[in-house]
């Protein structure tokens, strides 16, 4: 709030209570010339004004009031810009960085200042974890079981299919076949591979994308000729003159994409090739990707669900992408 606004809210909210203070006041010492129980003067059909003040113990409450909003706006903020004399905070605004925010949740994790959905997911955890556990290891040690072992059980496949259907099918959809910017994991197509254990990795530690927007300062005609190129590359029909000028440009783009466009799952970047399309194949949709560039986000699910559950999510993915 800029200092005009906190001189505003100030100053109208303490002339407000200044205002009603005097009214207070008024009301209680003036007599308006006629002693208290008399009559006003004032008659209307057989009904008199009588001068009668507010009961005391009414207006006493007004005090009352008064005075704990004086006391209230001293100690807790409220008066613009004004703290209040506690340092009482609605929440933890010195959290300024996703840095800050983890250290604060650490903080108060080993602080055992558990917040309600903490304590929820341990009581979950004590009553459910146990069947999750008999799923994904070996019987009788701690080792996990194969994650092509453990796609081929139908009974944790189903538990699977749960999981994921309350944590990925928002993004992925129902059946994982994903949508626009969210990648279909029902087929064999991967921007950071599909052996199990990459996949595995995937969900554990999440992933960030980063096709980074117009890296070579490309004007109209550049994106044009480059873009032409990109489509040429899955046999689409296109002026082969720009995109052969678009060929010549594309060595920028070959470090992430490879010198061949099939992509390097060690970037995230999709092979441009296969005509399979993340954020759209269309002209315009292409020219976006490479103006403005992409970050596409993957949640990292360890810290959300452990590691017994994304072990069986990883089975699951793996068999959805090899189901044919
Ligand atoms: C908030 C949306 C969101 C949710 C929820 C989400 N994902 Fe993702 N996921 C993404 C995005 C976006 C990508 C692509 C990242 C990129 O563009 O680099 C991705 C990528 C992936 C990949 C890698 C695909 C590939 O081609 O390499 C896998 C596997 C995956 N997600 C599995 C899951 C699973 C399992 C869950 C549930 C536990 C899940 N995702 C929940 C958004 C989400
Ligand atoms: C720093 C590495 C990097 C460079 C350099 C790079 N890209 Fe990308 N590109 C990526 C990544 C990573 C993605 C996927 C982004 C995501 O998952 O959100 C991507 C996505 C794309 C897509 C979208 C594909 C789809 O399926 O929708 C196109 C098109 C593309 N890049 C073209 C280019 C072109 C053309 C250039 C050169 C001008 C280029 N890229 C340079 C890393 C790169």
């Not at 004399?85 to 983890?102: A, C, F, I, K, P």
């Amino acid at each position: 709030m800029n200092t005009f606004w906190s001189v505003w809210i100030t100053v109208i909210t303490l002339g407000t209570l200044c205002g009603i203070g005097a009214l207070l006041y008024w009301v209680s010492k003036d007599k308006m010339g006629v002693e208290e129980g008399e009559d006003m003067g004032h008659e209307y059909d057989g009904i008199r004004e009588i001068n009668n003040p507010l009961p005391k113990w009414w207006s006493y409450m007004f005090w009352g009031t008064l005075v704990f909003a004086l006391v209230y706006l001293a100690l807790f903020p409220g008066l613009g810009n004004f703290k209040g004399l506690l340092g009482w905070q609605s929440s933890n605004q010195t959290v300024t960085n996703l840095e800050e925010s983890r250290q604060a949740i650490a903080d108060a994790q080993a602080a055992k200042q558990l917040n309600q959905y903490a304590r929820e997911l341990e009581t979950a955890d004590g009553e459910f974890g146990e069947i999750f556990r008999d799923l994904v290891y070996r019987e009788g040690t701690d080792e996990y079981r194969d994650l092509v072992e453990l796609s081929q059980d139908d009974q944790a496949m189903k538990t699977a299919q749960r999981l994921f259907l309350q944590n990925c099918s928002q993004c992925h959809g129902s059946t994982g076949r994903g949508q626009l910017s969210y990648p279909n994991l029902a087929d064999k197509d991967w921007l950071y591979g599909g052996e199990p254990m990459s996949i595995k990795q995937t969900i554990m530690h999440g992933r960030i994308g980063n096709m980074p927007a117009n890296i070579s300062g490309l004007d109209e005609q550049g994106v044009d000729e480059i873009v032409s190129y990109v489509l040429s590359l899955s046999g689409r029909k296109v002026n082969s003159r720009d995109a052969e000028a678009g060929r010549q440009k594309f060595a920028a783009c070959a470090a992430c994409h490879g010198t061949d466009a099939k992509g390097n799952p060690a970037f995230g970047a999709p092979n441009l090739t296969d005509n399979t399309w993340l954020y759209g194949g269309n002209r315009a949709q292409v020219e976006e990707t490479i103006l403005y560039g992409r970050q596409g986000v993957m949640p990292a699910w360890s810290p959300i669900l452990g590691e017994d559950k994304v072990h069986l999510l990883s089975a699951y993915v793996w068999k959805i992408s090899n189901n044919d």
